[in-house]
Nanobody, 125 residues
Framework: QVQLVESGGGLVQAGSSLRLSCAASGLAFNVFDMGWFRQAPGKEREFVAAIVWTLINTYYADSVKGRFTISRDNAKNTVYLQMNSLKPEDTAVYYC??????????????????WGRGTQVTVSS
């Protein structure tokens, strides 16, 4: 079956960096758009970043522009989220998601068909 597994989360100090990975199986990874979302306690799930199947176009939430970078390695069926200059407000469970290429509105979680179970990122002051 289709499976997305996130890894790389942890507890770090403000200003440090983390690299999240999402390994995909059971789907044709190279024809899927991929996204990252996050959800903090008591808050709704919010869009973080997305990358289309062509590997050319990327999209970012205003809150992470200039600090986070999304990328993918189709040979490894993996999408990454490089997070630099982390802030306490970045603390959340981070989820990766997948949707077949050609989709629009990738900032909306309703656009995605498959989801991972999440990885916890905690940033201390």
């Amino acid at each position: 079956q289709v499976q997305l597994v996130e890894s790389g989360g942890g507890l770090v100090q403000a200003g440090s960096s983390l690299r999240l990975s999402c390994a995909a199986s059971g789907l044709a990874f190279n024809v899927f758009d991929m996204g990252w979302f996050r959800q903090a306690p008591g808050k709704e799930r919010e869009f973080v970043a997305a990358i289309v199947w062509t590997l050319i176009n990327t999209y970012y939430a205003d809150s992470v522009k200039g600090r986070f970078t999304i990328s993918r390695d189709n040979a490894k069926n993996t999408v990454y989220l490089q997070m630099n200059s982390l802030k306490p407000e970045d603390t959340a469970v981070y989820y990766c998601a997948a949707v077949v290429r050609g989709g629009t509105g990738l900032q909306s979680d309703r656009r995605y068909d498959y989801w991972g179970r999440g990885t916890q990122v905690t940033v201390s002051s």
